[in-house]
């Protein structure tokens, strides 16, 4: 079988034409038998009409074997040979020599004198064609004269089917090849667009295709299309992250390499010399929180597949977060409160304790980096529905009195790397909000994000009280 797919397609139409070509001529061949039968049977009937007169002359005369003689002598010597017979009244056959042939001819009883009639017989194992007309004469002893021929209509339709045959072949397969070439062309060509543009993808000079060709070509097209333009996406997505981890990397490695050349080459002593160590930590810190955080967004990859959920309670989680960063809002002069009272207490649903813990976590250090000394932060949750499923569901919000987002940056704050400004951005990497997102989005839920009256901003995360998994 052919490897190319042009190749599959014009052996396809080749063999499908000869196909055609051999049932049509099969058809022809019955019907051309089926004509010369009734051309040969014709031309006995003539034959048996024109004898007729000389042959009843022949009976009024008394010269009926010579005449019957003469004439069986005559047609003997034509092209084709005709035989001549004497039909008896039970059909056998009977020659004017006293010869007896195995073959009958059956004269139907109610056949009228001189009518003629014709068909075919076997005579010694062969098919014969004849024409008898009938005379009912009882001084003949006989019923008919017949005059039969071998039936030759099979050797002459196959010999017309074969002299037409290679001229309606040659056309059928030049007309099969033709529309085979066209049909492959229209699915060929897409397809090795799709494969030059494909082999284009590592260096992404890809444009979009033009949609072409038959419906299932169009939509691999259609999907090639999509595909190259989630892979551009991609690309600058990673181009842009690049970009900022070169950003985020630089600051803290240049004060830790200025600082540690200071505290090398003795520039740094005594209180410097402490700050400059505390400046390295510091810069240390964050760079370990960065790693940190990427490392949870290449572990959310997994989906819901990497999630383990428990029953909780928000109030005991709101509780526990409160307690974990008492100490860092007393160091930013803020106060962390839960909001709810009662009610929160009395909310459960189940999700990963770990990933609730970091979207909380994420969520109160960056409104403590946004709150000003002595402003407030405050958490919350309450029974919701699912937007767009109406499923129960818990919503925890972490709200602060800081600046709030810029205008517009109420739907880019969930995108990684992504900074509001320096006022909410503080030393962060703009990766906490993006694994917030993504942590509720594993989980079936949603992110959002809005600033509040008269001012401040609310971060909120919807989570179902069963996780879709």
């Given at each position: 079988?052919?490897?190319?797919?042009?190749?599959?397609?014009?052996?396809?139409?080749?063999?499908?034409?000869?196909?055609?070509?051999?049932?049509?001529?099969?058809?022809?061949?019955?019907?051309?038998?089926?004509?010369?039968?009734?051309?040969?049977?014709?031309?006995?009937?003539?034959?048996?009409?024109?004898?007729?007169?000389?042959?009843?002359?022949?009976?009024?005369?008394?010269?009926?074997?010579?005449?019957?003689?003469?004439?069986?002598?005559?047609?003997?010597?034509?092209?084709?040979?005709?035989?001549?017979?004497?039909?008896?009244?039970?059909?056998?056959?009977?020659?004017?020599?006293?010869?007896?042939?195995?073959?009958?001819?059956?004269?139907?009883?109610?056949?009228?004198?001189?009518?003629?009639?014709?068909?075919?017989?076997?005579?010694?194992?062969?098919?014969?064609?004849?024409?008898?007309?009938?005379?009912?004469?009882?001084?003949?002893?006989?019923?008919?004269?017949?005059?039969?021929?071998?039936?030759?209509?099979?050797?002459?339709?196959?010999?017309?089917?074969?002299?037409?045959?290679?001229?309606?072949?040659?056309?059928?397969?030049?007309?099969?090849?033709?529309?085979?070439?066209?049909?492959?062309?229209?699915?060929?060509?897409?397809?090795?667009?799709?494969?030059?543009?494909?082999?284009?993808?590592?260096?992404?000079?890809?444009?979009?295709?033009?949609l072409e060709g038959p419906e299932e070509i169009r939509r691999l097209i259609g999907t090639f299309n999509a595909m190259a333009d989630e892979l551009a996406a991609l690309r600058k997505r990673e181009s842009e992250l690049l970009a900022d981890l070169r950003h985020d990397l630089r600051t803290p490695l240049t004060v830790i390499g200025g600082f540690a050349a200071a505290l090398a080459d003795g520039t740094?002593?005594?209180?410097?010399?402490?700050?400059?160590?505390?400046?390295?930590?510091?810069?240390?810190?964050?760079?370990?929180?960065?790693?940190?955080?990427?490392?949870?967004?290449?572990?959310?990859?997994?989906?819901?597949?990497?999630?383990?959920?428990?029953q909780l309670n928000a109030g005991a989680v709101l509780a526990s977060t409160q307690e974990r960063f008492a100490a860092s809002a007393a160091a930013a002069g803020a106060s962390l409160e839960v909001s709810g009272g009662s009610?929160?207490?009395?909310?459960?649903?189940?999700?990963?304790?770990?990933?609730?813990?970091?979207?909380?976590?994420?969520?109160?250090?960056?409104?403590?980096?946004?709150?000003?000394?002595?402003?407030?932060?405050?958490?919350?949750?309450?029974?919701?529905?699912?937007?767009?499923?109406?499923?129960?569901?818990?919503?925890?919000?972490?709200?602060?009195?800081?600046?709030?987002?810029?205008?517009?940056?109420?739907?880019?704050?969930?995108?990684?790397?992504?900074?509001?400004?320096?006022?909410?951005?503080?030393?962060?990497?703009?990766?906490?909000?993006?694994?917030?997102?993504?942590?509720?989005?594993?989980?079936?839920?949603?992110?959002?994000?809005?600033?509040?009256?008269?001012?401040?901003?609310?971060?909120?995360?919807?989570?179902?009280?069963?996780?879709?998994?």
């Amino acid at each position: 079988m052919p490897r190319s797919l042009r190749g599959r397609l014009l052996g396809a139409f080749l063999l499908l034409a000869l196909a055609i070509l051999l049932t049509v001529g099969g058809a022809l061949f019955v019907v051309l038998r089926s004509l010369h039968a009734d051309e040969t049977e014709s031309g006995l009937r003539g034959i048996a009409a024109s004898v007729l007169p000389q042959v009843r002359e022949s009976i009024a005369s008394g010269d009926f074997r010579g005449t019957v003689l003469e004439i069986r002598d005559r047609l003997a010597s034509g092209d084709p040979p005709i035989e001549t017979y004497i039909v008896g009244v039970a059909g056998q056959l009977r020659g004017l020599d006293g010869s007896a042939p195995p073959g009958t001819i059956v004269i139907p009883a109610d056949t009228a004198p001189n009518a003629t009639i014709s068909g075919a017989t076997t005579i010694d194992g062969e098919r014969y064609l004849y024409a008898a007309t009938v005379l009912r004469q009882r001084a003949l002893a006989g019923k008919a004269v017949a005059f039969v021929t071998l039936d030759r209509s099979g050797a002459q339709a196959l010999a017309d089917v074969v002299r037409r045959l290679p001229a309606v072949l040659l056309i059928g397969g030049l007309v099969g090849a033709i529309l085979a070439w066209l049909l492959a062309s229209s699915v060929t060509k897409p397809l090795a667009r799709v494969a030059s543009a494909a082999a284009g993808l590592p260096a992404g000079t890809v444009e979009p295709l033009p949609l072409e060709g038959p419906e299932e070509i169009r939509r691999l097209i259609g999907t090639f299309n999509a595909m190259a333009d989630e892979l551009a996406a991609l690309r600058k997505r990673e181009s842009e992250l690049l970009a900022d981890l070169r950003h985020d990397l630089r600051t803290p490695l240049t004060v830790i390499g200025g600082f540690a050349a200071a505290l090398a080459d003795g520039t740094a002593i005594g209180d410097d010399a402490a700050r400059a160590a505390r400046a390295i930590e510091e810069e240390a810190a964050r760079l370990e929180r960065l790693v940190g955080e990427l490392g949870a967004l290449e572990r959310l990859r997994e989906g819901s597949a990497g999630l383990r959920p428990e029953q909780l309670n928000a109030g005991a989680v709101l509780a526990s977060t409160q307690e974990r960063f008492a100490a860092s809002a007393a160091a930013a002069g803020a106060s962390l409160e839960v909001s709810g009272g009662s009610t929160t207490a009395t909310l459960g649903f189940a999700a990963d304790r770990l990933a609730v813990e970091r979207i909380l976590g994420n969520l109160v250090a960056n409104a403590l980096a946004a709150t000003p000394e002595g402003g407030h932060v405050w958490l919350a949750a309450q029974a919701v529905t699912l937007e767009g499923e109406g499923r129960p569901a818990i919503a925890l919000s972490v709200t602060d009195d800081g600046p709030g987002f810029p205008p517009g940056a109420g739907a880019r704050v969930f995108e990684r790397f992504y900074r509001a400004d320096a006022a909410r951005s503080g030393a962060g990497a703009g990766l906490g909000l993006a694994i917030v997102r993504e942590l509720a989005e594993a989980h079936g839920g949603t992110a959002h994000a809005e600033n509040v009256a008269p001012h401040g901003a609310r971060v909120s995360v919807v989570l179902p009280v069963v996780p879709r998994l």
